[in-house]
């Protein structure tokens, strides 16, 4: 008997490809296209046949052609993303450095060369010391200052020419510009009594005698209560070599300027006994 075919339509099942949306690629935006690894989507496709099973009788060849298989391989179509080695940014560079390492390189060097610098000068100025030590352990001669001789040239700058022309100078008088405005009869080559009320050291014979009216100005209204006869300077006793602190020093002088009170007079004044320049001053009794 000859086979027989059911005529009825015959369920085929449905291996037809989905539509699939490619995720964004970057290389996309930047060219317009996927790369060439992306276009080649075909080679990836693989078809899988289907068969049927007919009737009874064995398999047959359906009369219904059956839609192919596509398997999707993701992984080929589009591939993995890979960076552009070109885009990649270079960073600028100094000797081969970068800026940073080359700055930080320079400060370096620049700090180096001043603790160098500073390790040698403070290396000499300590040789030097070394050396003035060593003179002074193996007992070398020491060097003693001494007052220069008082000459006009030296100090008549100081004390109003007693030095060179003590003549004429002796007698004249100065006037203080504040301070009451005590006036003064100067004396060269003479020095003043009394035990001083003050020593100091001042520029010059003018000086001192202004320092003695500016005593004589605030002590009275500072110390009211003191003994009066200490609270007046009534003349002075000055010093040219002892301007000179070195020389005052070394002859234990507080002071080229000593203020003096008390009663003053000429015939009180006497020479001098300090072994050095002296001239007196003495405030006129108004």
């Not at 100094?94 to 403070?122: D, E, Q, R």
Request: glycine letters at 8%.
């Amino acid at each position: 008997m000859a086979p027989r075919y059911d005529e009825a339509p015959e369920v085929a099942p449905h291996a037809l490809p989905e539509v699939h949306q490619p995720p964004a690629h970057p290389e996309v935006a930047q060219y317009g296209q996927f790369p060439q690894q992306h276009q080649t989507l075909h080679p990836s496709i693989k078809r899988e046949d289907s068969t049927f099973s007919g009737g009874a009788g064995g398999g047959f060849a359906p009369s219904h052609p059956v839609a192919p298989t596509y398997a999707y391989d993701h992984q080929s179509a589009y591939g993995t993303a890979q960076s552009d080695p070109g885009r990649q940014s270079k960073k600028a560079t100094i000797c081969g450095c970068t800026v940073l390492v080359f700055i930080l390189s320079a400060i370096i060097a620049v700090l180096s060369a001043a603790v160098i610098g500073l390790a040698a000068g403070t290396g000499v100025e300590a040789s030097r010391a070394s050396d003035a030590e060593s003179k002074l352990a193996s007992g070398g001669a020491t060097t003693t200052v001494t007052a220069p001789p008082s000459t006009a040239t030296d100090f008549n700058t100081l004390d109003r020419n007693c030095t060179s022309n003590a003549g004429s100078t002796t007698g004249s008088s100065y006037t203080s510009t504040f301070f009451n405005q005590a006036t003064y009869t100067i004396y060269c080559n003479k020095d003043t009594p009394n035990a001083p009320l003050q020593s100091l050291f001042v520029a010059n014979l003018d000086d001192c005698m202004d320092a003695c009216s500016s005593y004589s100005y605030y002590i009275p209204t500072d110390f009211p209560s003191a003994n009066a006869t200490n609270q007046t300077c009534s003349a002075v006793s000055f010093i040219p070599a002892w301007t000179n602190k070195t020389f005052a020093t070394e002859g234990t002088a507080p002071g080229n300027c000593y203020l003096k009170g008390g009663t003053q007079n000429k015939t009180a004044l006497y020479a001098p006994n300090n072994g050095q320049e002296t001239h007196a001053a003495i405030v006129n009794e108004s």
